[in-house]
C-alpha cells in the first residue's frame, strides 16, 4: 500500500468512523431520552431511524455528487450538516427539534461510505477491493464498538446533550482532515451534465443485475444494522434480562466481532475466488450464516451469550461484499451511482426495519419501561422470515447476470 493509497484508506475510514458513531449513538441514549421525553417505542424507533431516512433520501444526489465532483469535496461539505444536526440534537427541546437534528446527521454522513468505496476504487486494483472494503468497515465499525460499553462509561459523567456537543467537535475536525490532506480523484473530470449523471442512475435501478446482486445484501444488512444501532439493546435487558453494563459488553463484543469478520472475509474472498469461488457466492454463504446464527438467537439456544453474539457480528458484515460485486457488475464511471443506489436501498429497509419493530413492540404494554419477550420475538421472527425469502431469490438462478457484461450496463454518459 503506497503513501498515498494509505491517507485515502486513513482519511474516508474516519469518516465512515463518524457515519457509525451517528448511526448507533442512541442506543446508549435510549434510556435516557426515553426517562427524559416519555417515549415509547414507536416513537424511539421513528426517532432513531430518521437518521436513516435523511442518509437513504440523500443517497442518489450524494452518488451524483461523488461522481461529478469527486469524494474529497463532497464528504468533506456534507459533513458540515451532520455537525450541525448533532448540535441540534443535543440543544433541542421537543421531540420534533430532535427529529430535524436526526435527519441533518443522516444527510450529513449520506457519502461517508460511497464516497470511501469509491475513494478506494479509484486507488486500489479491482481485485483488492473486498479486501480494503472491509477494512474500511473495520475501522468504520469501531463506531459501533463506542456505543457500547465506551458510551455507557461516558454517560456515568457526562450527559447526553454534551456528548452531542463533543460528536460534533468530533465530525467538523473530520471535515477538515479530509478537505485538507484527502487527494483529488485522478478520474473526476466534471463527466456530464448533472442530468445526464442521473440519467445513469436511472439506468443502474433498471438492471436486473443490479438487485440480483443487492436482494439479499439489503435485506442481512438492514436487519443487522437497524438491531445493532437500537433493538439489540432493548432486546439483551428485555429478554436476556441483563444489565446495562452487561448488555454494553455484549454490544462491544458485536462490533469487534463485525470488524473481524470484515477483515477477515474480505482476505478470504481474494483467496477463494483464486480456488474457483466467487465473490458473489461466497457472500451468499456469509449472509446465509448470519440468518442461521438469528434463528440460534430467537431460539435461545443453551449456548454462550458472548458466542451468539459475536457469531452475529461476524457474519453480519458480510453484505457489505456486494459492494464489490457491483464494482465488477458496472463501469468506473458508475461506480459512486452504483455504490450509492445500494446504499440508499439498504438504509430505506433500516428504516423500515427499525419503525416496524417499534411498531411491533409497541403492540404489548410495557412493564417498567421494558417489553415482554413475546413482542421481541414476534418482531425478530418476521425479519428471518423477510430473509429467507431473499435468500431464496439470490440463490436461483440468474441471466442478468450471466449474460450481462461491465461494457454493456450503461449506455456513456
Known sequence: MSSTQFRVFLLFSLGYFVSYVFRGV??????????????????????????????????????????????????????????????????????????????????????????????????????????????????????GVAVGSPLTWVLTFAGWRSVCGALGVLTIAAAAAIWTMAPDARDTHHQAELVSQFKGTWHILKSAGFWKIASFSVVTQGVFYAMQSLWVGAWLRDVMDLQPGAAAALVSILGVAMMAGCVGFGAMARSLERRGISLYAFSGIGMTLFVV?????????????????????????????????????????????????????????????????????????????????????????????????????????????????????????
Open 26 to 143: 442512541n442506543l446508549g441514549f435510549a434510556p435516557l431520552i426515553t426517562r427524559d421525553l416519555g417515549l415509547s417505542a414507536a416513537d424511539l424507533g421513528l426517532l432513531t431511524s430518521l437518521y436513516f431516512l435523511g442518509f437513504a433520501g440523500a443517497q442518489i444526489p450524494a452518488g451524483v455528487l461523488l461522481d461529478h465532483f469527486g469524494p474529497r469535496r463532497v464528504t468533506a461539505g456534507l459533513l458540515l450538516f451532520a455537525a450541525a444536526g448533532v448540535w441540534v440534537f443535543g440543544a433541542a427541546q421537543s421531540v420534533g427539534m430532535m427529529m430535524v437534528g436526526r435527519l441533518l446527521i443522516g444527510v450529513g454522513v449520506s457519502a461517508c461510505l460511497g464516497a470511501a468505496f469509491k475513494a478506494l476504487a479509484q486507488q486500489f486494483a479491482v481485485t483488492r477491493l473486498p479486501s480494503v472494503n472491509g477494512l474500511v468497515m473495520a475501522v468504520g465499525g469501531l463506531g
Open 293 to 413: 446464527t438469528q434463528v440460534l438467537i430467537v431460539l435461545r439456544v443453551p449456548l454462550p451469550a458472548g458466542l451468539l453474539w459475536a457469531a452475529y457480528g461476524i457474519f453480519g458484515g458480510t453484505g457489505i461484499l456486494s459492494y464489490a460485486v457491483l464494482a465488477r457488475h458496472f463501469p468506473p464511471h458508475l461506480i459512486g451511482r452504483s455504490n450509492t443506489t445500494l446504499t440508499l436501498i439498504l438504509f430505506l429497509l433500516i428504516f423500515g426495519f427499525q419503525i416496524g419493530v417499534g411498531a411491533v413492540l409497541s403492540l404489548w404494554p410495557p412493564t417498567s419501561g421494558r417489553y415482554p419477550p413475546a413482542a421481541h420475538l414476534t418482531a425478530w421472527g418476521i425479519l428471518v422470515a423477510l430473509q429467507v425469502l431473499a435468500a431464496i431469490w439470490y440463490v436461483l438462478p440468474s441471466r442478468a447476470l450471466a449474460q450481462q457484461s461491465r461494457v454493456q450496463a450503461e449506455p456513456q454518459s
